[in-house]
């Protein structure tokens, strides 16, 4: 199908790092079932370095595609930087997204900022809250 | 293996169609309003295409026009029915909550112009009864328009029992037979049917051609304003090739249409027993009183439009009303009216086959099916938190 490029159905057919770690050091959960997308990421984190990383996807290709993208983006390196991962960095490495569509990319970003939250809440370690946007501040979901 | 199973969208045209058109290309081209004789050939060729039409429906020649499908001929139908209501004050109209958009949009238009627009439920089983009709029609209602068949999930609605109603009553009754066509019985007299829509590429026809039936004595009011042509009703030249495959292909498709419903109805009962094998699926649409070809399954726990790309690589084309698919936020309009929620709506798929399936074609798809849904629930946290127990399953 047209619809998406060769990089994202790669992605979607074979998606990289799915499944559960679980002695996750940090998990986060992103999306809604009623829109019809829901983005879980589990973190294992070593010396401030994401050792490991795992997802599970209820959504569309490109959802899918956009978490495995997004693990692979993060994995092996340190929790700032996958702090700084953004959207269109997600979109770019999967040589783009359909723009209905780039709320997906969107998801795989807010999906790692919530899981790496909750290793900082787990863990007692002191955040910028306004690093940490709240679900309802993207607005792909409007019921 | 390559399975073609989204006959609900669009059809492959039969042999017996594309030969019927290919003469009117490029040997009988004539414009049939033309005078000399190359315009009268073709002339000939589509009264007779419009007499071949009009016996399929039971109805009279004069009775045919044709348009350039089923979203036009919808359109018409319910434009002139509110134009003669508004003539008299009446200014109501009845439908069903899970119509083809081409008759929710128009009636959207016309309630923004003020007319008041009732939409009957159509329960779980996706059916509504005469009897709901009869209740909601009013002094002032000025048509009835429910669809003989739903395209979605296939149910087929009791048209002669709500056309009597109609009738009795005095209130214009149009059917949307777009499903219908070709694949189900339809006599507009003894059904007691004023107006009714049909697509030609929905029984193997050609694209860009339909045919509204209406009722004599009843005055259309024009979409498209031209010549002459179809009695001064809609403006245009011919498109004459169209004309001639349609023909073909809705009386080759009414000619077998007891042997092909047998045939299909019985591949169909064969997908729905396998696909029913799929724990937590639940079959969209009564099981009984559904179109031969149609098959239409929620599976929780996953969406619809990763379901369809695993599918087409595995050389099966289906469709899905997941929100995912349609373009917009929601899940298919005809899942939310059968009661689905919308977390079970996107994770629906529509097979819809055709004489041309065979039973190993049938047995691939229900083994393609459970493997794409089992995979993907593999990777679901909905469905890990379903089986962990953490939220409900809604189907059983």
């Known amino acids: 199908m047209a619809l998406y490029s060769d990089k ?3 992605h979607f057919r074979n998606p990289r790092n799915v499944g559960v770690i679980e002695d996750a050091d940090g998990v986060g959960e992103v999306g809604n079932a009623k829109c019809g997308d829901i983005m879980k990421i589990y973190l294992k984190i070593d010396n401030d370095i994401i050792s490991d990383v795992k997802f599970e996807t209820f959504g569309c290709g490109s959802a ?62 002191e955040y910028d809250h306004a690093q940490f946007p709240d679900c309802e501040s993207c607005g792909h979901c409007s019921v | 293996m390559n399975i073609y199973a989204d006959n609900a969208a669009t059809t492959k045209m039969s042999r017996t169609a594309v030969d019927a058109m ?13 005078l000399h004789s190359v315009g009268q050939r073709a002339n000939e060729a589509l009264a007779s295409a419009r007499g ?73 089983n996706g059916l509504v009864t005469a009897r709901q009709v009869e209740e909601a029609i009013r002094e002032d209602t000025c048509l009835v328009t429910v669809m003989y068949a739903n395209n979605e999930i296939g149910t087929i609605q009791p048209i002669g029992e709500i056309g009597a109603v109609c009738r009795a009553k005095g209130v214009l009754f149009h059917t949307d037979a777009v499903q219908a066509a070709g694949h189900l019985h339809i006599d507009v007299k003894e059904q007691n049917i004023d107006m009714l829509s049909l697509s030609a590429h929905k029984f193997h026809g050609p694209k860009g051609i339909g045919a509204l039936y209406v009722k004599k004595g009843i005055a259309l009011t024009n979409l498209i ?57 639940v079959l969209n649409g009564d ?58 709506a996107h994770g629906s798929l529509r097979l819809t086959i055709s004489e041309e399936t065979t039973q190993e074609e049938v047995d691939y798809l229900i083994g393609a099916v459970k493997e794409v ?7 679901s946290p909905v469905w890990r938190d379903l089986e962990s127990g953490k939220s409900k399953f809604v189907t059983a």
């Open chain 1, 8 to 10: 994202v159905m790669d």
């Open chain 1, 64 to 125: 899918i595609a956009s978490s495995s993208m997004a693990t692979e983006l993060i994995k092996g390196r340190p929790v700032s930087e996958a702090l700084e991962l953004s959207n269109k960095a997600v979109a770019e490495a999967l040589d783009g997204l359909p723009a209905h569509k780039m709320h997906c990319s969107v998801l795989a970003e807010e999906a790692i900022k919530a899981a790496v939250k909750d290793y900082y809440d787990r863990n007692g370690i």
């Open chain 2, 22 to 34: 290919l003469p009117y290309l490029d040997q009988i081209y004539g414009n049939p309003s033309s």
């Open chain 2, 52 to 124: 071949r039409v009009a016996a399929c429906l039971g109805c009279d020649a004069g009775e045919i026009i044709f348009t350039s499908g089923g979203s036009e001929a919808d359109n018409q139908a319910i434009i002139s029915a509110a134009r003669i209501g508004e003539r008299k004050g009446k200014k109501h109209i009845i439908s069903t909550a899970f119509e083809h958009h081409a008759v929710l949009h128009t009636l959207n238009k016309l309630e923004k112009e003020g007319f008041e627009v009732t939409l009957l439920d159509v329960h779980e």
């Open chain 2, 225 to 281: 304003e031209g010549g002459a042509q179809e009695r001064g009703k809609r403006a245009g030249t011919e498109n004459i090739p169209a004309i001639m495959g349609m023909a073909a292909a809705l009386e080759e498709a009414c000619g077998s249409i007891d042997e092909n419903a047998a045939k299909v109805s019985a591949l169909r009962d064969r997908l729905i027993a396998g696909l029913s094998e799929i724990p937590h699926g």
């Open chain 2, 287 to 344: 099981a009984v009183k559904r179109l031969p070809g149609n098959v239409n399954f929620c599976f929780e726990g996953i969406e619809g439009e990763s379901l369809l790309l695993l599918l087409d690589d595995k050389g099966v084309c289906a469709s899905s009303g997941s929100a995912c698919t349609s373009g917009s936020l929601d899940p298919s309009h005809v899942l939310l009216a059968i009661g689905r929620p919308h977390e079970i």
């Open chain 2, 373 to 379: 849904v089992s995979y993907l629930r593999g990777m």
